[in-house]
């Protein structure tokens, strides 16, 4: 009996180390699959004119002269997925590599079953057709990017270097390297060449960005102080909307396109710096205003702490009503002394003060402090240490040290797993340098 064979079973397999590409044959022959080994690019590419074999696995150094014109030719005449391996490898290089044809992409050192693996998923996608182009939602935290976050992803994807994406976009290269790190965190990137293979591989690009995370709930909105004649009526005037926790709103520099109320939870409003420092100037809770801005553009960034559910009002309809603008700074009037206060705060208070009054600010906000009369409390702390030192102007450690020092005073008490604090206001309130 003939044994029949396969072409998709068969792999090639181009790199100039022996005993890597020998390991990588014996783990894809151990799995069925018929292996022939080359060590130099124009042995592989003078077979390919007579037999397309499943898959291709080729070194990005297989040879100096003709890496990258063997590659865009291999791209030009086979169908087999081609999957590119790299010792030393950058953005620049993956993102090559997809342009000319490669399939995936890998940066070494590798291990064989790893490799393997790689083979298998390529060979798969290939039978599945592999012709429909996935939505944004189906890359792993692709919807919860940011529009900054997607100006970035496309620079770096197209090959810029940090210095080079920052020149483009108007920020420092330290500040591109703190979304990419987001990104990467997000779309879950072990590394930026891995960030590449999965936006080619996805297509993700192509998406255009739509919308981040809010759910529409229901159309004319909750008026919780407004009625819905005071903006205008109907779904393009209002609406509610809902953010789970640590997702960005708004994003400084997108089009301000709505003007948000907060109808619950709790919203943080920052500041990104040019070299990836960030202040934190605001902290709302329901009833807050912020979208405001003089111009067509937000000037700072709003992200959910909790689940939010907000009130949109659209930007052109909300500033050409005059009931609106009345409302609206009524509430700014609060949000302004609240900004007063804060600046006080960062300027003239010790690192104890500040955190003094952070705790307090939890506790005593201008519609519950007239109803604190117990001299202990429970509160829950919603911001993260790093947080809660880009908001005092403090570092990290200091804030820690000054929580320490609360806690070993008596003045506060808390487990740190599940965020309750026991608070003795009447000891905690000398403490804020403001009574």
Same mark, same amino acid.
Do not use: W
């Given at each position: 009996?003939? @044994?029949?064979?396969?072409?998709?079973?068969? /792999?090639?397999?181009?790199?100039?180390?022996?005993?890597?590409?020998?390991? #990588?044959?014996?783990?894809?022959? %151990?799995?069925?699959?018929? #292996?022939?080994?080359?060590?130099?690019?124009?042995?592989?590419?003078?077979?390919?004119? &007579?037999?397309?074999?499943?898959?291709?696995?080729? $070194?990005?150094?297989?040879?100096?002269?003709?890496?990258?014109?063997?590659?865009? @030719?291999?791209?030009?005449?086979?169908?087999?997925?081609?999957?590119?391996?790299?010792?030393?490898?950058?953005?620049?290089?993956?993102?090559?590599?997809?342009?000319?044809?490669?399939?995936?992409?890998?940066? +070494?050192?590798?291990?064989?079953?790893?490799?393997?693996?790689?083979?298998? @998923?390529?060979?798969?996608? +290939?039978?599945?057709?592999?012709?429909?182009?996935?939505?944004?939602?189906?890359?792993?935290?692709?919807?919860?990017?940011?529009?900054?976050?997607?100006? #970035?992803?496309?620079?770096?994807?197209?090959?810029?270097?940090?210095?080079?994406?920052?020149?483009?976009?108007?920020?420092?290269?330290?500040?591109? !390297?703190? &979304?990419?790190?987001?990104?990467?965190?997000?779309?879950?990137?072990?590394?930026?060449?891995?960030?590449?293979?999965?936006?080619?591989?996805?297509?993700?690009?192509?998406?255009?960005?739509?919308?981040?995370?809010?759910?529409?709930?229901?159309?004319?909105?909750?008026?919780?102080? #407004?009625?819905?004649?005071? /903006?205008?009526?109907?779904?393009?005037?209002?609406?509610?909307?809902?953010?789970?926790?640590?997702?960005?709103?708004? $994003? !400084?520099?997108?089009?301000?396109?709505?003007?948000?109320?907060?109808?619950?939870?709790?919203?943080?409003?920052? +500041?990104?710096?040019?070299?990836?420092?960030?202040?934190?100037?605001?902290?709302?809770?329901?009833?807050?205003?912020?979208?405001? %801005?003089?111009?067509?553009? &937000?000037?700072?960034?709003? @992200?959910?702490?909790?689940?939010?559910?907000?009130?949109?009002?659209?930007?052109?309809?909300?500033?050409?009503?005059?009931?609106?603008?009345?409302?609206?700074?009524?509430?700014?009037?609060?949000?302004?002394?609240?900004?007063? !206060?804060?600046?006080?705060?960062?300027?003239? +208070?010790?690192?104890?003060?500040?955190?003094?009054?952070?705790?307090?600010?939890?506790?005593?906000?201008?519609?519950?402090?007239?109803?604190?009369? %117990?001299?202990?409390?429970?509160?829950? /702390?919603?911001?993260?240490?790093?947080?809660?030192? $880009?908001?005092?102007?403090?570092?990290?450690?200091? /804030?820690?040290?000054?929580?320490? &020092?609360?806690?070993?005073?008596?003045?506060?008490?808390?487990?740190?797993?599940?965020?309750?604090?026991?608070?003795?206001?009447?000891?905690?309130?000398?403490?804020?340098?403001?009574?």
């Amino acid at each position: 009996m003939v @044994e029949t064979r396969l072409p998709e079973r068969d /792999v090639y397999i181009a790199d100039a180390d022996l005993a890597f590409r020998s390991a #990588v044959a014996s783990s894809l022959e %151990t799995q069925g699959y018929h #292996v022939t080994l080359f060590s130099d690019g124009p042995s592989l590419l003078a077979v390919t004119r &007579h037999h397309v074999p499943g898959c291709i696995l080729l $070194d990005a150094d297989v040879s100096s002269s003709t890496g990258n014109d063997l590659l865009h @030719e291999l791209g030009h005449r086979v169908t087999a997925p081609i999957v590119i391996m790299a010792d030393d490898a950058n953005v620049e290089m993956a993102v090559s590599a997809m342009k000319k044809g490669a399939k995936d992409f890998m940066a +070494k050192p590798l291990i064989a079953d790893a490799v393997a693996g790689r083979v298998r @998923e390529a060979l798969a996608e +290939k039978r599945a057709g592999n012709g429909t182009v996935p939505n944004v939602v189906s890359v792993p935290g692709g919807d919860r990017l940011t529009p900054r976050e997607r100006e #970035v992803l496309q620079k770096i994807s197209a090959g810029a270097s940090n210095k080079e994406a920052g020149r483009q976009l108007g920020i420092s290269p330290r500040t591109v !390297e703190v &979304h990419r790190a987001r990104i990467m965190e997000k779309i879950g990137a072990r590394n930026t060449a891995d960030l590449v293979r999965i936006v080619y591989s996805a297509s993700f690009l192509l998406i255009p960005f739509s919308r981040r995370v809010p759910i529409l709930i229901s159309a004319g909105g909750i008026m919780s102080y #407004v009625n819905e004649s005071a /903006v205008g009526s109907g779904p393009s005037s209002t609406r509610s909307v809902d953010f789970p926790p640590r997702v960005t709103i708004i $994003d !400084e520099g997108e089009p301000a396109r709505a003007i948000y109320q907060i109808v619950s939870g709790n919203v943080m409003i920052s +500041k990104l710096l040019p070299d990836g420092r960030r202040q934190i100037f605001e902290l709302l809770g329901p009833g807050g205003i912020f979208g405001v %801005t003089p111009n067509g553009h &937000h000037d700072s960034v709003a @992200e959910s702490l909790t689940d939010v559910r907000l009130t949109a009002f659209d930007k052109g309809p909300a500033e050409n009503s005059s009931s609106f603008n009345s409302f609206m700074a009524e509430l700014l009037k609060i949000q302004i002394c609240a900004l007063h !206060e804060h600046a006080v705060l960062l300027g003239r +208070k010790s690192a104890v003060e500040r955190v003094a009054s952070y705790i307090l600010e939890l506790i005593e906000t201008p519609s519950k402090q007239a109803k604190i009369n %117990t001299e202990t409390v429970t509160v829950r /702390v919603i911001m993260t240490r790093s947080e809660i030192a $880009d908001y005092l102007g403090l570092t990290l450690e200091t /804030v820690s040290r000054a929580f320490s &020092h609360l806690k070993r005073s008596g003045i506060i008490a808390y487990a740190r797993h599940d965020g309750l604090m026991q608070v003795n206001i009447k000891r905690l309130r000398p403490l804020t340098g403001t009574y």
